[in-house]
């Protein structure tokens, strides 16, 4: 079946503009992971959602970021007056939380957001 | 709080030769862990994973790694590598507490050399 995909897969915008990023993740999966991955660094976890409930976002790194999820379905990340440390690519997960032990997330290619 | 260490930024290996990745990581309760691949222009691909069975777990591609509790260790092994394993590698941890959010390293990057 299809994986978890990631639109646009690149995109260039100039420092202070507002940028949104897609992830369509794998039907039926319950929960979706947005992470950041900065030029030779690990991973940054982002925003978390699961179902109906509150979305976890302790890892949203300022005020200028936001995401939302409509239902069990697609989600955006929004980055608003984006600066120059912005630029990484933006990884988004689903996962089944089936609660049999499937923590498995799968993730998308990514979308590498350059800020010039 | 739980955290990850990748001992090792950059690992290169001969053709043939065992491959050994370092991950220890902390975390106050039981942990489930991680390890992931990525190569160039490409998102993360599960290897493996530890959820709290067997401590030897067999991957894809010829790896496997040993959670060891006692060394709050989980490193990755392969016996002989191959030039097609020439990728970036990331340990990550979880608990359910957590959400499943996933914590990663630094992440490796494996050379393979002929």
């Not at chain 1, 990884?91 to 799968?106: H, T």
């Not at chain 2, 040993?66 to 979880?94: G, I, N, R």
């Amino acid at each position: 079946g299809a994986g978890v995909s990631q639109s646009p897969s690149n995109k260039v915008t100039e420092k202070g503009k507002d940028v949104e990023l897609r992830c369509d993740p794998i039907s039926g999966h319950t929960a979706l992971y947005w992470y950041r991955q900065r030029l030779g660094q690990g991973l940054e976890f982002l925003i978390y959602f699961q179902g109906n409930s509150a979305p976890d976002k302790s890892g949203l790194p300022s005020d200028r970021f936001s995401a939302e999820r409509t239902g069990e379905s697609v989600s955006t990340l929004t980055i608003q007056r984006t600066q120059q440390e912005d630029s990484a690519v933006y990884l988004c997960a689903s996962s089944s939380a089936s609660g049999q032990g499937s923590y498995e997330q799968y993730f998308g290619p990514g979308t590498r957001l350059t800020v010039t | 709080a739980q955290s990850v260490t990748q001992l090792g930024s950059h690992v290169s290996v001969s053709e043939g030769a065992l491959v050994l990745l370092r991950c220890n990581y902390s975390s106050s309760v039981p942990p489930y862990l991680f390890w992931y691949v990525q190569y160039p222009n490409q998102g993360l691909q599960l290897l493996l994973k530890y959820t709290s069975a067997a401590t030897l777990v067999k991957g894809i591609n010829g790896f496997e790694a040993e959670f060891k509790k006692s060394e709050t260790s989980f490193h990755l092994t392969k016996p002989s590598a191959h030039m097609s394993d020439a990728a970036e590698y990331f340990c990550a941890v979880t608990r359910k507490a957590a959400g499943n959010k996933l914590t990663f390293g630094g992440g490796t990057r494996v050379l393979v050399k002929p």
